[in-house]
């Protein structure tokens, strides 16, 4: 008898030490992590520190918008939550069908009087799609399949719905040359009923409909219709700042889920205004300019063989991770390229249904130090090896104003040819309230390669 008492108090004792083992990591996760709202230690480290997700290729694949139309020349364009649309269903579907066995037809240059007289669907990004990623985001091995037929790179694909059984014409398009493929075959209406837009609000046009020989003919433009547009526009808020100050000490909570271990960060304030949070693998740095850059000086594994989604994955995880970005806004990327043995990515946000658009000389440090989108995630070999972004969150406003649209004479203030317009949110400096509005798109504004391997003085 004794020996089984003995025998229960020490299974008893030890259930009991896993017990308090497992609070303490628990506590120090709320501890670490108090201003992560609804995440945990271990799903934070899950984001952060596995590269590879397979299912991050279906974001690498996500459209920067959708541009629907009827056939009559009026068209709409949705930008939020198209994950989650019947457009985005829509498009996997015919995507994975074409793919699979779908027949090219022609390649020529682009009509778009053809392409935009026929309801259609248009999936359009923000950068040049490359022709043999595209496929492995709908689990495609057939990573050829556009390459043979010369398209290399795209940045929309249109779509003719199927109607009463007919088939489903695909057009990829890329600096004025369309690749035309067809899904052959009966369809019982594969696609949704594209309704007419009605004109009376907010719609688009296309430029290379209606002459506007200033613009890229892939242009749409606004229009805001007989009875206007109401909307609601953007406030800026920074969570990083306290009463519209700068605090060390506020600010060191706000980035101590950059850090493995939060009690080791040291913190300086340097003549310039910026302040740095530091350990030996971790140097947070918070600009002047409300610009917040994260880099990562553990030793790169040299024999590590990544892939362009690796690095993607790496850097989606690692943006997904930031709560003051994941936990309030919508994003969605904008362009990305190679640097050195991996990818700089950049990415928006999307709020209320429109972009917010960075204007092309957002300093960071200096004049020759700019930030070209709200977001930027320099990788290496599947690993974040700099992170920089505005530190600011975005939400609707609470009272509601009408938009003005002056399209004439924004297109007489330009100073150079336009390479597209938006619609949508301008972020400038020291604005809390954003405004809808027409902005140009300019030539790619040439970035300063990064060293990797920089040393910050203590």
């Given at each position: 008898?004794?020996?089984?008492?003995?025998?229960?108090?020490?299974?008893?004792?030890?259930?009991?030490?896993?017990?308090?083992?497992a609070?303490?990591?628990?506590?120090?996760?709320?501890?670490?992590?108090?201003?992560?709202?609804?995440?945990?230690?271990?799903?934070?480290?899950?984001?952060?520190?596995?590269?590879?997700?397979?299912?991050?290729?279906?974001?690498?694949?996500?459209?920067?918008?959708?541009?629907?139309?009827?056939?009559?020349?009026q068209?709409?364009?949705?930008?939020?939550?198209l994950?989650?649309?019947?457009?985005?269903?829509?498009?996997?579907?015919?995507?994975?069908?074409?793919?699979?066995?779908?027949?090219?037809?022609?390649?020529?240059?682009?009509?778009?009087?053809?392409?935009?007289?026929?309801?259609?669907?248009?999936?359009?990004?923000?950068?040049?799609?490359?022709?043999?990623?595209f496929?492995?985001?709908?689990?495609?091995?057939?990573?050829?399949?556009?390459?043979?037929?010369?398209?290399?790179?795209?940045?929309?694909?249109?779509?003719?719905?199927?109607?009463?059984?007919?088939?489903?014409?695909v057009?990829?398009?890329?600096?004025?040359?369309?690749?035309?493929?067809?899904?052959?075959?009966?369809?019982?209406?594969l696609?949704?009923?594209?309704?007419?837009?009605?004109?009376?609000?907010?719609?688009?046009?296309?430029?290379?409909?209606?002459?506007?020989?200033?613009?890229?003919?892939?242009?749409?433009?606004?229009?805001?219709?007989?009875?206007?547009?109401?909307?609601?526009?953007?406030?800026?808020?920074?969570?990083?700042?306290?009463?519209?100050?700068?605090?060390?000490?506020?600010?060191?909570?706000?980035?101590?889920?950059?850090?493995?271990?939060?009690?080791?960060?040291?913190?300086?304030?340097?003549?310039?205004?910026?302040?740095?949070?530091?350990?030996?693998?971790?140097?947070?740095?918070?600009?002047?300019?409300?610009?917040?850059?994260?880099?990562?000086f553990?030793?790169?594994?040299?024999?590590?063989?990544?892939?362009?989604?690796?690095?993607?994955?790496?850097?989606?995880?690692?943006?997904?991770?930031?709560?003051h970005?994941?936990?309030?806004?919508?994003?969605?990327?904008?362009?990305?390229?190679?640097?050195?043995?991996?990818?700089?990515?950049?990415?928006?946000?999307?709020?209320?249904?429109?972009?917010?658009?960075?204007?092309?000389?957002?300093?960071?440090?200096?004049?020759?130090?700019?930030?070209?989108?709200?977001?930027?995630?320099?990788i290496?070999?599947?690993?974040?090896?700099?992170?920089?972004?505005?530190?600011?969150?975005?939400?609707?406003?609470?009272?509601?104003?009408?938009?003005?649209?002056?399209?004439?004479?924004?297109?007489?203030?330009?100073?150079?040819?336009?390479?597209?317009?938006?619609?949508?949110?301008?972020?400038?400096?020291?604005?809390?309230?954003?405004?809808?509005?027409?902005?140009g798109?300019?030539?790619?504004?040439?970035?300063?390669?990064?060293?990797?391997d920089?040393?910050?003085?203590?």
């Amino acid at each position: 008898m004794e020996n089984m008492l003995t025998t229960t108090l020490r299974r008893a004792k030890s259930f009991l030490i896993l017990a308090l083992v497992a609070l303490a990591i628990y506590q120090t996760g709320r501890l670490w992590f108090v201003h992560m709202a609804n995440r945990n230690f271990f799903l934070y480290v899950t984001a952060r520190f596995v590269p590879s997700v397979p299912e991050r290729s279906r974001e690498f694949v996500r459209p920067m918008r959708v541009i629907r139309g009827a056939g009559d020349g009026q068209f709409a364009i949705q930008y939020d939550r198209l994950m989650d649309t019947s457009y985005r269903v829509f498009f996997d579907t015919v995507m994975s069908e074409l793919l699979a066995g779908g027949r090219f037809v022609s390649v020529a240059d682009t009509d778009y009087e053809r392409i935009l007289s026929h309801p259609v669907l248009i999936f359009e990004y923000a950068f040049a799609m490359p022709g043999d990623v595209f496929p492995l985001g709908f689990d495609s091995r057939a990573t050829t399949f556009l390459t043979t037929r010369g398209l290399q790179e795209f940045n929309s694909v249109a779509i003719w719905p199927s109607v009463e059984g007919s088939n489903v014409s695909v057009f990829f398009t890329s600096e004025g040359r369309t690749w035309e493929f067809v899904l052959d075959g009966v369809r019982e209406n594969l696609g949704p009923n594209i309704l007419p837009v009605s004109a009376s609000s907010i719609h688009f046009v296309s430029a290379a409909l209606e002459g506007y020989e200033c613009l890229p003919p892939g242009t749409f433009v606004a229009r805001s219709g007989d009875i206007g547009f109401s909307y609601f526009p953007v406030t800026v808020s920074n969570p990083y700042r306290r009463l519209g100050m700068i605090n060390s000490s506020h600010i060191r909570n706000q980035v101590a889920h950059f850090f493995d271990n939060p009690a080791t960060i040291n913190a300086r304030i340097a003549g310039d205004g910026v302040l740095t949070f530091s350990n030996i693998h971790t140097v947070v740095r918070y600009f002047a300019t409300d610009v917040l850059e994260y880099a990562n000086f553990r030793p790169r594994h040299q024999n590590v063989v990544t892939t362009f989604l690796d690095d993607f994955s790496a850097a989606w995880a690692f943006v997904a991770g930031d709560p003051h970005v994941a936990d309030e806004n919508e994003i969605f990327l904008t362009g990305f390229e190679a640097r050195g043995s991996g990818y700089v990515f950049w990415f928006g946000y999307i709020v209320d249904n429109f972009p917010i658009l960075m204007p092309d000389n957002w300093e960071v440090s200096s004049p020759d130090d700019i930030l070209p989108a709200p977001i930027e995630v320099l990788i290496d070999r599947g690993r974040v090896v700099r992170y920089r972004r505005l530190a600011h969150n975005f939400s609707i406003g609470d009272s509601h104003v009408w938009l003005g649209l002056d399209l004439e004479g924004f297109l007489e203030s330009q100073e150079r040819p336009l390479a597209g317009l938006r619609l949508g949110y301008l972020m400038n400096s020291g604005e809390s309230r954003l405004r809808l509005g027409l902005h140009g798109l300019y030539a790619e504004v040439n970035q300063p390669e990064y060293e990797y391997d920089v040393e910050y003085d203590d």
